[in-house]
């Protein structure tokens, strides 16, 4: 099973090669699924990690103790099913084929372990059906 993290980098975390020193020195393997970091301002990484690693506790205390703030991601984004009206409006904003509309029933399939967290079917949903909660 695959753990998603959301990493918040304050500006001066910026300046050091945190995410080189976690594959490096803590011998983790992650896939980046989304950043937008600046040099100097900060900003947020999202992270997956195979959660059968060894090191991973160690890794995130690593991280925190060069403080950067990590969230773990519990259920990623919510979608209310019961509401849902099947219009794909929040389709064509999907960028990692997480949400789907198909042949033969043209409703909407949400697959969470496609997700990537970016958030943008929050807003693209006229009915406001998905939410997201995060876990410390
Ligand atoms: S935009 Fe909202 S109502 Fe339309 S298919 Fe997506 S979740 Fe359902
Ligand atoms: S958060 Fe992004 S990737 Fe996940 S379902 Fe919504 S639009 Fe798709």
Same mark, same amino acid.
């Given at each position: ?51 059968e690693q060894d090191n991973i506790g160690e890794a995130i205390e690593f991280l ?11 259920? +990623? ?6 509401? %849902?009206?099947? !219009?794909?409006? =929040?389709?064509? #904003? @999907? /960028?990692? &084929? ?8 043209? +409703? ?6 496609? %997700?990537?967290? !970016?958030?943008? =079917?929050?807003? #693209? @949903? /006229?009915? &406001? ?8």
């Amino acid at each position: 099973m695959e753990l998603k993290y959301i990493l918040t980098f304050p500006p001066e975390s910026t300046f050091k090669s945190l995410i080189y020193d976690l594959v490096k020195e803590y011998n983790i393997r992650l896939s980046i699924l989304r950043a937008e970091i600046e040099i100097g301002k900060g900003g947020q990484l999202i992270m997956a990690i195979e959660n059968e690693q060894d090191n991973i506790g160690e890794a995130i205390e690593f991280l925190k103790s060069n403080g950067v703030s990590v969230s773990s991601m519990s259920d +990623k984004v919510f979608h209310d099913s019961s509401r %849902c009206v099947h !219009c794909g409006s =929040c389709v064509s #904003s @999907c /960028p990692s &084929g997480a949400l789907t509309i198909a042949a033969p029933d043209w +409703k909407l399939n949400f697959n969470p372990d496609k %997700c990537i967290v !970016c958030k943008l =079917c929050l807003k #693209s @949903c /006229p009915m &406001g059906l998905f939410s997201m909660e995060l876990i410390n």
